[in-house]
T-cell receptor, first 118, second 109 residues
């Protein structure tokens, strides 16, 4: 089945640091990947849709200069949280859909990255 | 607007059966997904329904009625490890996934 790998699992860093999170599709090529954020006891919130070879599509209210997305290859998307502050502390999760079989394929999720900004 | 409703929390007893409902109002419909999310972990895919009826997969079954904008996830022979949040999500006409807020299921011995 479709496997998505996300790295790192945990990040603890000082305020003002930029943090990069990687999302890889291991056994399929993903032209589109999705980045979510989830605060404790709240629902998944889609931040942006990452498109290979073009600009990401950001959801309303998400600052594109704050959350930089790069999708340079068919198997890798990265999310960089620039100049992170304590309010950016959250659980960040990526997902991807295997395009083989059509647009109704399920999204498969990475294990998530727990980001804590001190 | 687009809307997905599911109960916030449910409690059930180990060994019993529980049904988690989901109603939706979306612009178009290309299928409905159920995901399981344990606390502190990412969601995992459970089921997909695009046609009316019941899809059975082991202890879990998912039902869809497109005319009623309604689905349910049925969990049988509940085990303690089934304690998790269950997320309903609908693929709209643009193939965008619209997520419900999730139902937290608490299993008691």
């Amino acid at each position: 089945g479709a496997v998505v790998s996300q790295h790192p699992s945990w990040v603890i860093c000082k305020s003002g640091t930029s943090v990069k999170i990687e999302c890889r599709s291991l056994d399929f090529q993903a032209t589109t990947m999705f980045w979510y954020r989830q605060f404790p006891k709240q629902s998944l919130m889609l931040m942006a849709t990452s498109n290979e070879g073009s600009k990401a599509t950001y959801e309303q209210g998400v600052e594109k200069d704050k959350f930089l997305i790069n999708h340079a290859s068919l198997t890798l998307s990265t999310l960089t949280v620039t100049s992170a502050h304590p309010e950016d502390s959250s659980f960040y999760i990526c997902s991807a859909r295997d395009p083989a079989g059509g647009d109704n394929q399920p999204q498969h999720f990475g294990d998530g990255t727990r980001l804590s900004i001190l | 607007g687009q809307n997905i409703d599911q109960p916030t929390e449910m409690t059930a007893t180990e060994g019993a059966i529980v049904q988690i409902n989901c109603t939706y109002q979306t612009s178009g419909f290309n299928g409905l997904f159920w995901y399981q999310q344990h606390a502190g972990e990412a969601p995992t895919f459970l089921s997909y329904n695009v046609l009316d009826g019941l899809e059975e997969k082991g202890r879990f079954s998912s039902f869809l009625s497109r005319s009623k904008g309604y689905s349910y996830l049925l969990l049988k022979e509940l085990q303690m490890k089934d304690s998790a949040s269950y997320l309903c999500a609908v693929l709209d006409s643009n193939y965008q996934l619209i997520w419900g807020a999730g139902t937290k299921l608490i299993i008691k011995p």
